[in-house]
């Protein structure tokens, strides 16, 4: 009984919440790794999301990305392959594997509308090749209000770009490090992602030869952001660290790290571990605004 109580109050606040629905208008899918995308239209004022539905499944989408666009080139509102921006491409949130929803915590968002962010793209990478009669309606519920919030929330991308594994192995394993040079930041929530292969991704955090844990997760588990179980300082000099952990016991060939998963490149893999934190005050915001919104990076393998 509490259960069922619990699952309607949650359908209710979710009725209740303002959103902007992206959804595919009955799109085919003519190959392996179909990447489509969908812009919203212009965003004129300034909106503050609070959180993210996928409206997908997994045995036809392999992930989704949300993107904050300055700009984009296509006319019309969807479109094959591609970029989803021609300027000022940050990543906004991510899902796979049937992931459930994401909300921030009740005094952060993130703001679009404000010149630096004027379109949301969603990219949607299909897995497999369907039918010439299926058309698909997949998209995402962005959760968003007009009152600020204390606190933005951005995304840090720690990503592995290249490597190789030989096959028939455990405990295989890449190391990233980077030397944090941005503001402060308190890191809330975490993400891990890999394709084939990939069983364990964890992060760390170094101040001043102080180890602490971001978080681990297996990529193999619904992917969305996951909270930290403590909120995670980050500071000038500090240095972050990721491990990516492989097995390739179950494959001949020489595995090589990337971005597709079908025949064509059955062997390859991938480490992400997106973080997502809040930074600057509402006071703050106007002087810190630019540089906030250019503070992504991507980790070096070391």
Known sequence: MLYLLLMFLNEVLSASRESLQLRMPGVIIPHNDT???????????????????????????????????????QRDNHWIGGFPCTE?????????????????????????????????????????????????????????TSTPTPYLAGIFLFVAERGEFPPG????RIDLSCNFTSPTINVFAYRTHAHNF??????????????SDIGSRDPRLPE?????????????????????????????????????????CATCTSCTIPMQFMLIKLKQRAQNQAEFYDSQFEGVMV
């Open 169 to 172: 192995k455990k405990n295989l």
């Open 35 to 73: 990447y489509y995308h969908m812009s919203s239209s212009e965003v004129h004022s300034r909106t503050y999301i609070t959180g993210y539905r996928a409206e997908a499944h997994s045995d036809t989408v392999h992930h989704m990305l949300v993107y904050g666009c300055k700009s984009i080139k």
């Open 88 to 144: 000022g491409t940050k990543i906004l949130w991510s899902w796979a594997l049937d992931a459930p929803e994401f909300l921030m915590p009740s005094n952060v968002s993130m703001e679009i509308g404000n010149g630096y962010i004027r379109y949301i793209v969603i990219e949607l990478h299909y897995k497999l090749q369907q039918p010439e009669t299926y058309r698909d309606t997949s998209g995402v519920d962005i959760f968003i």
């Open 224 to 264: 969305t952001f996951t909270r930290t179980e403590m909120v995670t300082v980050i500071q000038q000099g500090d240095s972050i660290y990721s491990r990516c952990e492989y097995d390739t016991r179950d494959t001949n060939q020489t595995v090589v790290i990337g971005n597709t998963i079908t025949m064509r």
């Open 198 to 211: 990939g069983t364990m991704i964890s992060g760390y955090i170094n101040h001043n030869g102080t180890w």
